[in-house]
């Protein structure tokens, strides 16, 4: 089993809804479901380009996921979790682009978001000791021969390249999309999240996903609210 820290808005949030709609799966009930067929891409197209993201539920990565560490149990970390979300204060990132990081597409901050990196750098560093050292294969997953030697030595350091200055905060959307693809899925994406681009993002919830076993889809195990409020949601 592995486990991750993401943000994710609630299950009954419009971004979330029309996220899940998007990629035909709710990780919050983990249910297949029916989305509008887009024409241009058909069918069979886009439930492949949508495959990634699907599996992984409609999120943004704050501690990327990890095996527990020996002597760390569930309760541990779900302890852990409970009094991190607590400390943290609910923001605002003032505005959301879709944005092409190399073929994959993602909502992203249109600027950069300073509570938003402190809150990603606070995750990696609050829960690395929970994480498991990476296999030799999870290693080999990340190619880091291609890696520059930052990201490289961050991957060594804390089981995943893209963090502190590394990080690049994205909600994602599609797995690589080819080339001829592109301009389509664009058009695509912006006609379906049309509501939410060039709009604030609301971060006032942080989740704990969880894959039963490798390859299984995530599924949200926790969704707590920021700021150290008294109710806790266990989906």
Not at 114 to 121: D, I, K, N, S
């Amino acid at each position: 089993m592995r486990y991750a820290i993401y943000f994710a808005p609630p299950a009954d949030d419009r971004l979330t809804q029309t996220a899940a709609r998007w990629l035909g799966r709710d990780a919050f009930v983990d249910g297949a479901l029916s989305w509008p067929e887009v024409p241009a891409l058909g069918r069979e197209n886009q439930m492949a380009l949508t495959a990634d993201p699907r599996r992984y539920g409609f999120h943004g990565t704050l501690k990327a996921p990890f095996e527990l560490a020996q002597g760390k149990s569930e309760a541990d970390l779900l302890a852990a979790f409970d009094e991190f979300a607590a400390e943290i204060e609910p923001f605002d990132v003032p505005r959301i682009v879709l944005h092409q990081i190399g073929p994959f597409f993602a909502l992203v901050p249109a600027e950069d978001c300073p509570p938003l990196r402190t809150l990603a750098e606070q995750a990696v560093r609050r829960f690395e000791s929970f994480r498991a050292p990476l296999s030799d294969a999870d290693i080999a997953r990340r190619n880091p021969e291609k890696l520059p030697l930052r990201q490289r030595e961050y991957l060594a350091a804390w089981g995943y390249p893209y963090v502190f200055e590394e990080f690049q905060f994205h909600l994602t959307l599609t797995g690589p999309v080819p080339t001829e693809t592109q301009g389509v899925m664009r058009e695509t994406l912006t006609a379906a999240f049309e509501e939410f681009i060039g709009k604030p993002l609301d971060v006032s919830t942080v989740a704990l996903f969880i894959e039963p076993h490798r390859g299984a889809p995530f599924t949200v195990h926790s969704l707590l609210p920021l700021g150290g409020a008294s109710e806790r949601k266990i989906a």
